[in-house]
Every structure is written in structure tokens, then in C-alpha cells.
């Protein structure tokens, strides 16, 4: 028989004084508001750990897919060695520690305790950016480039490309607080995120997110608080009307699309008919998805099934093959939602949501635009032209998904220097 589960919330998470060598990057407090700021490092209790290993182990495992592909869905043999690595080899000891080693903290914002990571650069004239994950991700997807972005000296940048790097996590997700109350939609979210940026007292910076982060980073662009100076997105809001009505038809592509054009009409079509059951079910009925807080396996099924190439991609690596991401980057994040217990608490973002995700709007603040091949859909640079009036970067990456930073940083890093050279004073 299993063990109950821990409480997620604050019996397996220690709240406590940072260690001196995180404290000291701490950054000062520029006005009163920031002086309740509160240093934050993570501890979850040996019996989690056990309990997740025994759930593991415990899985009830469904009968093998009928066909040779993924059309089914998530296949048995990646879950099988998933599973594998998960119970014997996966270490999370090890993401505790990389965590910890960052200035972690915690605010409360409207109500609610907003966890975020905060690095100062070492040079001067830093341009401060707060930087926003999406679903199924966390804030281990731009761990990566936190050096790069904050220290760029050591990774073949120069000072000037320097960035103050903020990354909060999202209401609900990771080590946030669980909104317990309705209303935490992405406009709200980008209220709480330039009042964040104030606490810390920044009096400019830009935003930059994919997914939720995208929504929730063009919702500030949308608000255009004047501390805002431009956003950086690699999944804009870009498709016009008339390709949307297409769409939502199913029939044939209108004519006279450029081949960009054609190719982002092909990959939105097939996210529409073959990979958005996640996101109707998150957004109408987020709280049915008892089993995702019950069962690990049932948890990293449902979010490895997130886009088709993203899965292709988290296949090769459990096939022990080369790629961006590693068995242990797919597993840091999907234990951090299992030890958090945020499965059904992120899902209700979508619930919340009531915007058309990919529609533009109407932004007129500078955007930037980074386009990676595999992400959901490429944006053509005609698209972005109409729903960016001041597009002031736009670029087509040669490799990528939709985990963009946490699959290749050094490209990202890349993006993020090129695009915000324009708006630094």
C-alpha cells in the first residue's frame, strides 16, 4: 500500500534565510516597497522523494498502442523508460542544489506570494529583463541562460550585452502560491509582473516569454506601463483574421499565401486537429485532472504530449540519442510540478484565459520576434509586420522548438542581445 502523499505546499517546501553566498546577491532595496522581500530556498522531505519512487513503481500500465506511431498518443516504450530513469537514476537532490546556489525569493503581489529568481550583472548599465516560462515548463527552462544573459563576458559577449535577469514563477506554478480565488488571467499576471519590476525598482525594463509567457508578456506590452520599453517573444500572437476563420473551418488553405505563409497555415492546422486535446481540456475542465496530482506517470504523459515535435524530440532522448534537452532537464521539470503539486493549479490558467491565444493585439509598443523552425507554428515575418507595427527585430533560427531557451541557449542568448541592442540606452 502507498503512504499518503505530503502536503505540497509548505510541509516538504523550507522557506528560510538564504545562504550567505545567495544573500549577498540579493538586491538592494530601492524604495520602502521592497523590504518585503523575503529570501527563499527549497527543501522537499526525504518521504516525498520515497513516495514519488513508490508511485512509480506502483504504475498501472495500459495496454500498448495499436499502431507503430505516436497517433495514439504518448507510446509505452518511452513511458517504460522514462519510468526506468525516473525511479533509479533521476537525482532531484541535485536541482535543489542548482536551485538554491540562485537568489531565490518571495513577494507578495496582489494577494498572493510570487516566487522569482533575480540576478544581478556584474556590469554596469545592466538592462533589466523579467523573463516568463509557459506550460508545461517551469522556471528550469531558462536556467540555462541565465549566465550567459547576466555575465556575457564569459560566454563570448561583451558587457554591453549585459542583462539584470528576473524569472518569476507563474501563479500556480512551481513555488508561487496557488491563487485561491478566480481571476489570475494573463492581464492580470502582467499587472503583477511591472509591479514586481517596480518593487525591485527598476524604472526601465523589457519582457520576454514563449507560451503563457507570450501572452502574458504581450499583455504588458498591451498595458504599456512607461517602464516598459519593448518585449521579445518566440511565440507571437501573429495570425490574421481571415487565416483564423480558415482554421477554424478545417478546409484548404486560402489562396495566395507565401510559402511562410503556407507552412504556418500546415502547422496550425495540424496543432488544431491533432494537439490541442490539452488545452480543451485545461480549458474547460482543468479540475477534472485528479489523476495528474495522483500519478507521476499519468503527469509526465500529459505533459510530454504537449506538440508534436517537442515529443519527437523528448523520444529521441529516452532513446538515449543527442538532442538540446537531456533526460534529466525533461525530469527536473515535470518532478517539480509532481513535488509542488501543480498539475491542476497550472491548468486552471487556461481556464482563466480568455483571449484568443494567437490572435495579435494590437501592440504598439517595439516587439522583437524570434522564430524557431519546430515551435507550434513559425510566424512569417508578414504576419509579424502586421501585428507588430514597431517590429524592430525579426529572425528565422536554423534549429529549435518550443522550448527555445532550455533546448538552445546559446542561440536564445543570441536573440535576446540582437533584439534589445535597439531599445538600450
Not at 536541482?95 to 540562485?102: G, I, K, S, T
Amino acid at each position: 500500500m502507498l503512504e499518503p502523499r505530503s502536503s505540497p505546499t509548505r510541509r516538504d517546501v523550507l522557506i528560510a534565510a538564504a545562504a550567505a553566498g545567495v544573500a549577498t546577491m540579493m538586491p538592494t532595496p530601492l524604495n520602502a516597497a521592497a523590504d518585503d522581500i523575503r529570501p527563499f530556498q527549497v527543501h522537499f522531505s526525504d518521504e516525498a522523494l520515497a513516495d514519488l519512487r513508490r508511485r512509480i513503481a506502483a504504475t498501472k500500465w495500459p495496454t500498448q498502442e495499436l499502431v507503430a506511431d505516436s497517433s495514439q498518443g504518448v507510446q509505452l516504450a518511452t513511458m517504460r523508460k522514462l519510468a526506468q530513469y525516473w525511479q533509479a537514476e533521476h537525482d532531484w537532490r541535485k536541482v535543489e542544489a542548482r536551485l538554491n546556489a540562485m537568489p531565490m525569493f518571495l513577494v507578495e503581489i496582489d494577494g498572493l506570494d510570487i516566487h522569482f529568481i533575480h540576478v544581478r550583472s556584474k556590469h554596469r548599465n545592466a538592462l533589466p529583463v523579467i523573463i516568463t516560462h509557459g506550460w508545461p515548463g517551469s522556471i528550469i527552462e531558462q536556467l540555462k541562460i541565465i549566465g550567459p544573459l547576466t555575465d556575457p563576458t564569459a560566454y563570448g559577449g561583451t558587457a554591453a550585452d549585459a542583462f539584470d535577469v528576473v524569472i518569476p514563477s507563474l501563479p500556480g506554478h512551481g513555488f508561487s502560491a496557488k491563487p485561491t480565488a478566480t481571476g489570475w488571467d494573463p492581464q492580470r499576471i502582467a499587472r503583477a509582473w511591472t509591479a514586481l519590476m517596480r518593487r525591485l525598482g527598476y524604472t526601465q525594463f523589457v519582457a520576454q516569454g514563449g507560451d503563457w509567457g507570450d501572452a502574458v508578456s504581450e499583455q504588458m506590452a498591451v498595458q504599456a506601463p512607461p517602464e516598459l520599453l519593448a518585449i521579445h517573444t518566440n511565440m507571437p500572437a501573429t495570425v490574421p483574421d481571415d487565416i483564423a476563420k480558415a482554421l477554424a473551418a478545417g478546409g484548404p488553405a486560402p489562396a495566395g499565401l507565401s510559402v511562410d505563409e503556407k507552412n504556418a497555415y500546415d502547422q496550425l492546422d495540424f496543432f488544431y486537429k491533432h494537439g490541442l486535446g490539452y488545452a480543451q481540456e485545461m480549458s474547460n475542465r482543468p479540475q477534472t485532472l485528479y489523476a495528474l496530482e495522483d500519478s507521476p506517470i499519468g503527469l509526465a504523459a500529459w505533459m510530454l504530449d504537449h506538440d508534436a515535435r517537442s515529443y519527437e524530440l523528448i523520444v529521441r532522448v529516452f532513446k538515449g540519442e543527442t538532442e538540446g534537452l537531456t533526460r534529466d532537464d525533461i525530469l527536473d521539470n515535470i518532478t517539480l510540478y509532481w513535488l509542488t503539486g501543480t498539475a491542476v493549479s497550472s491548468a486552471r490558467l487556461y481556464w482563466e484565459n480568455k483571449l484568443a491565444f494567437f490572435a495579435p493585439k494590437h501592440i504598439t509598443i517595439p516587439v522583437a520576434v524570434s522564430v524557431f523552425p519546430d515551435e507550434i507554428y513559425a510566424a512569417p515575418r508578414s504576419w509579424a509586420e502586421k501585428a507588430f507595427p514597431k517590429l524592430i527585430h525579426f529572425n528565422r533560427l536554423p534549429k529549435g522548438g518550443h522550448f527555445a531557451a532550455w533546448e538552445q541557449p546559446a542561440a536564445f542568448t543570441a536573440e535576446l542581445r540582437s533584439a534589445f541592442r535597439h531599445v538600450r540606452a
